[in-house]
């Protein structure tokens, strides 16, 4: 499956499980030049633009900051990014669960196929993301001059962003679930299901507890995503401002308007974001690896 | 968890299944959640997808063949594809020393630098873009220092191989690092008792172990990297023919209202991502089998 690496992954990482046998240890001038060069890699490609948000976007002083943050655009900005995330996340986890439960759960035929097609929005280029819905619903589009005729604009609208949002994000509930559920087995739910409980029970009471780890771990990385997709939603914007402008699209409009300052603190914002998401996620992976531990 | 209750008992809750369910379906809820699946997974992946093609084929082959092999769209490709394989080789190898180093070694931060691997996927692409282009241009930290040695990275060519290694590192680290979690140490040992160098130890030994999931890896950054956009048009510069990426051919095609154009390369690109993506399966079943187990989540 593509893009397995976003899997929650309990077992952690832990150097003290090998132990110190000189067998299986480098000479220490190797293992000092790794470490050197890894993290010196990572402090360069990853630490320092990191940092570099922050002070760029506090550089001009604190007033300057908040003045770009209250601005109207981008109160309008932040608005339509959490409307995009709160329509995309709730569809996607019911997408998720749905498909999880089908595929998990039963035997058919062509189950590999559909979680491949399951994959697919990982692997299109978030610019031919934003283009099918253009070809789609725009002025030259299959049901263009339907839409038109009934006076419904979906691109350079709002439903177009809600609608190239839910694609980037369609595939991350059900990636989580789907391999967690088979992991899991079905004896639980048969056994429930035996005893009499109704599939709605079966579902609720011993299908999510034993989820609600990796359920909650999808939730978190497609909110990220939805709130921060950049190249689908520019396509179907039209980037009006004040009303088809995300957060990302609003750091872009004020970075080509050369206000760096500004398009730093409405960045800052979404780095901050970003972070909150790393922190949730490390919180999870902790608990998800403590319910396993209590498991065996 | 066993099951104590006989099979034979279930069908009797029931009533009597038609032919094609006797297999032991005992779960119930697979029509309606299949039938969901499948409709939403059509509505929003499939119809849309089917579109592209569907209208790239409508405008005939003669159309589609001048639009996806214009020079300036061939210049395209070979940007994308190549700085994509570059930044992904870079990956490779960085990526490989970090996970290596987060598994085997104790190391102060450890746990920090662990956790902020993944901050390409949480930071929103635009973020990275403009952070990068100010980092790299001439009068930016970076930038200026390279400007004595008359070395500019933002705004040509090596800038999108910056945005792009930031965006593919966590692909190879967080593909490799399962599987070295999961390497007993014990063939180490063994081939350190029959007289084997280190080195000669991680070349026949371990790192046979990881190529599927280094593979992998590397196929995953470079359809990341391919079609990548947010993080590259910043620093890229944007000139025709010299730091122009594939994706932004789509998006000024789309400018200039010229559909058939955005159509024809909207298809290539997917070709190759259905390719891909055919290739990644591949290698992760390959890699299921070589570590003779169940494929890791």
Known sequence: ??????????????????????????????????????????????????????????????????????????????????????????????????????????????????????????????????????????????????????????????????????????????????????????????????????????????????????????????????????????????????????????????????????????????????????????????RAARSVKEVQ | MSLALPRAALPAVTAPAPAWRKRRRVLPGFGPTMGFTLFYLSLIVLIPLAAVFIKSAGNGAEAFWLAATAPRVVASYRLSFGAALLAASINLVFGLILAWSLVRYEFLGRKLVDALIDLPFALPTAVAGIVLTALYAPNGWIGQRLVAYDIRIAFTPWGILIALIFIGLPFIVRTVQPVLEDLETEVEEAAASLGAHRWQTFRLVVLPTLAPALLTGFALA????????????????????????????????????????????????????????LAINGLQAWASRRNGQEGRR
Request: proline residues 5%; neutral net charge.
């Open chain 1, 1 to 286: 499956m593509a893009g397995t690496i976003t899997a929650l992954h309990a077992g952690r990482s832990d150097p003290r499980r090998h132990p110190a046998n000189p067998a299986t240890r480098e000479a220490p001038w190797v293992r000092r030049t790794l470490l050197a060069l890894g993290l010196s890699f990572f402090g360069l490609f990853l630490i320092l633009p990191l940092l570099a948000v922050f002070t760029e976007a506090l550089g001009k002083g604190l007033e300057v900051y908040f003045a770009a943050l209250l601005e109207a655009d981008a109160i309008s900005a932040v608005a339509l990014t959490l409307t995009a995330a709160v329509i995309a996340v709730p569809v996607n986890l019911v997408f998720g669960v749905s498909a999880a439960w089908a595929i998990a759960k039963h035997d058919f035929r062509g189950k590999q196929l559909l979680i491949t097609l399951i994959d697919l929005p990982f692997s299109v280029s978030p610019v031919v993301a934003g283009l099918i819905y253009v070809l789609l619903f725009g002025a030259q589009g299959w049901f263009g001059p339907w839409l038109q005729a009934h006076d419904v604009r979906i691109v350079f609208a709002v439903p177009g962003i809600v609608l190239a949002t839910v694609f980037v994000t369609f595939p991350f509930v059900a990636r989580e679930l789907i391999p967690l559920m088979q992991a899991q087995g079905r004896d639980e739910e048969e056994a429930a299901t035996v005893l009499g409980a109704s599939g709605w029970q079966t579902f609720w009471r011993v299908t999510l507890p034993n989820v609600r780890w990796g359920l909650l771990y999808g939730v978190i990385l497609c909110n990220a995503r939805a709130m921060g997709e950049f190249g689908a939603v520019s396509v179907v914007s039209g980037h009006i401002r004040g009303l088809t402008n995300t957060l990302p699209l609003h750091v872009e409009i004020l970075y080509n308007e050369y206000q760096f300052a500004a398009a730093f603190a409405v960045a800052s914002l979404l780095a901050l974001l970003a972070l909150v998401t790393l922190v949730l996620k490390q919180f999870v992976e902790w």
């Open chain 2, 222 to 277: 470079f359809a990341r990297a391919v079609g990548e956009y947010g993080s590259v048009i910043f620093i890229a510069g944007n000139l025709p023919m010299v730091s122009e990426i594939t994706p932004l051919m789509i998006i000024s095609k789309l400018e200039q209202y010229d559909y058939v154009g955005a159509t024809a390369i909207a298809t290539v690109m997917l070709v190759f991502s259905f390719v891909l993506l």
